[in-house]
């Protein structure tokens, strides 16, 4: 930082001498100059590093030099002036001023600001990576001595938390420890999933009762419409933790926000978890009481047609009105159509919402090179979906719908994890397609990769016969058969897949939304 340069403007330079000496004793070299158009004429012909402006300078006003020294540099300009008046500060911060100095300014002073702008970067990347460091062993420990599925949403939040503090830095030293840890901990959430799942499942009353897919609804729509006013229900199917975190400043400005988690069934695969969601209902349980709006895996057509019939029969159980719209967006012009029938879901008790493209944008990088490249690590998968939702027409409702009396739910059906390691399996030709769960009969795994489970009634799954059995896919695990192995490990490494085992799968968020207006 000592060998930066400094240009000072200031009618007043005779002024300032102490000050530069001050700072030419700290190694910067300064240059002084009495007018504003001097100093554009300079900039113009010379770089500096930083820039100090007075804002009150006659001919050429500080304001005014500093809207032209905006179009010619991108330097931080420091704005000094005697006066506290609200509109010249309020101008100056318009413009862009890098910082505010209220005269009379003392070296120190001149010396801080100079170090938060010259060097902010650096002293967060420090201050960052250091925090992380000491929140390292805590972090361990807390995988470590994990107990309950409570604990593991705690985990996986402050995983996440660090994430993104160090994704965000421009030099990330402790980004690859965190993601080892990452790894730990999704390793151990594996363990502990196929230990205690079964239990979970089976009991709302056990030790540790906790949210699953199919109670999702009952316990955070169905309260919500009995206040008289609109319930919208957003469900941004593939949504992950992280991603909901990245977009949570966007609705910020206008909503107060609660967040809470819940866990997907397995598989998490949409045609399980989130029929599940709208159904009310386990997948064994809508198989034997909707066998016209159930297929199996190995069924040909669409697995997700009927979410509107399970959800009116659900509503229909808890003596709910039935006067709802169901939307499912699938492209920007379809959100657009959506957007213009706002007045409409205001006149309706209930408005689901299915939103798509977080799903299709992991698939997408499957088969697309240029996505695979767009979304080639974690974060830039992230900051694709920042740019989408910030530009998307479900922002744009959001914010139209912060000016109404409604309530607000935001969540997801299941996540995605990225698949970096092939495992192999053998089965019959009728076992099914999914990268990260199968369900079949006589399946042939490495049993370190997988969660068996012989008898899928015992976690409410349905039979395609009576041989039938699952397998779940641990962290980072990915299917692939014997026949063409390489061809097809190649083919699907480091890409995003559902289905299997994972904090990022497994653990989603519930968000309420309460318009701050």
């Known amino acids: 930082m000592n060998s930066c340069s400094i240009l000072w403007i200031d009618d007043e330079v005779d002024l300032l001498k102490s000050h530069i000496l001050f700072l030419e004793q700290k190694g910067f070299s300064v240059k002084t100059i ?39 540099t991108q330097s931080p300009v420091i704005m000094i002036t005697k006066s506290e008046q609200e509109q010249i500060m309020e101008e100056a911060i318009g413009a862009k001023i890098a910082d505010y100095l209220i005269k009379p300014v003392n070296p120190n002073q001149i010396l801080l600001t100079i170090k938060k702008n010259l060097e902010f970067s650096k002293l967060i990347n420090n201050k960052t990576n ?89 316990h955070y729509v169905v309260p919500r419409l009995s206040n008289n006013r609109p319930t919208f229900f957003l469900l941004i199917d593939n949504l992950r933790f992280d991603q909901w975190k990245i977009i949570q400043p966007l609705l910020e400005p206008y909503f107060t926000i609660e967040e809470s988690a819940y866990c997907s069934i397995l598989p998490t695969a949409t045609q399980y978890s989130r029929n599940a969601i709208f159904s009310g209902m386990t997948p064994s349980a809508m198989k034997a009481k909707f066998p016209d709006y159930w297929l199996d ?55 689901v919402i299915i939103y798509n493209f ?23 998968y992230r900051d694709l979906t920042f740019t989408w939702f910030k530009n998307s027409p479900l922002f744009e409702l959001l914010r139209q719908l912060a000016d109404a009396n409604v309530n607000i739910v935001i969540t997801s059906d299941h996540g995605t994890v990225n698949v970096t390691e092939a495992s192999k399996v053998i089965g019959e030709k009728t076992i099914s397609s999914n990268l990260r769960y199968k369900t079949g009969r006589k399946i042939k795994f490495d049993n370190r990769d997988v969660f068996y489970i012989d008898d899928p009634e015992k976690i409410f799954l349905p039979k395609t016969n009576l041989s039938s059995s699952y397998i779940f896919a641990g962290p980072n695990k990915y299917f692939v058969y014997p026949n063409n192995y390489n061809h097809y490990a190649h083919h699907y490494i480091n890409t995003y897949q559902h289905g299997g085992i994972s904090m990022e799968e497994m653990i989603l968020p519930i968000i309420s939304l309460k318009s701050k207006l």
């Open 297 to 351: 895996d190995v069924d040909e057509g669409g697995k997700n047609l009927f979410e509107q019939d399970f959800l009116l029969a659900q509503l229909n159980r808890f003596n709910c009105s039935q006067d709802i719209s169901f939307n499912k967006v699938f492209n920007l012009d379809h959100g657009k159509k959506i957007l213009e029938r706002t007045n409409e879901f205001l006149n309706k008790s209930l408005n």
């Open 34 to 72: 009495n007018n504003g158009y001097d100093a554009i004429d300079l900039v113009k012909d010379e770089n500096y590093d930083i820039i100090f402006l007075d804002e009150n300078m006659p001919g050429l006003t500080g304001l005014d030099t500093l809207s032209q020294l905006k179009e010619i």
């Open 130 to 218: 250091a925090d992380y460091q000491r929140e390292f062993s805590s972090i361990g420990s807390m995988i470590n001595d994990v107990n309950t599925f409570n604990d593991w949403v705690n985990i996986y939040k402050k995983i996440i938390y660090w994430e993104l503090e160090l994704d965000s830095l421009e030099e990330n030293n402790m980004l690859e420890i965190l993601l080892s840890q990452k790894k730990d901990a999704n390793n151990n959430f594996f363990k502990y999933i196929k230990k205690k799942y079964r239990d979970l499942l089976n009991s709302e009353s056990s030790v540790e009762p906790i949210l699953f897919s199919h109670n999702l609804f009952k």
């Open 358 to 380: 977080v799903d299709i944008l992991s698939h997408a990088k499957t088969e697309m090179k240029m996505i695979k490249e767009l979304a080639n690590d974690e974060k830039s």
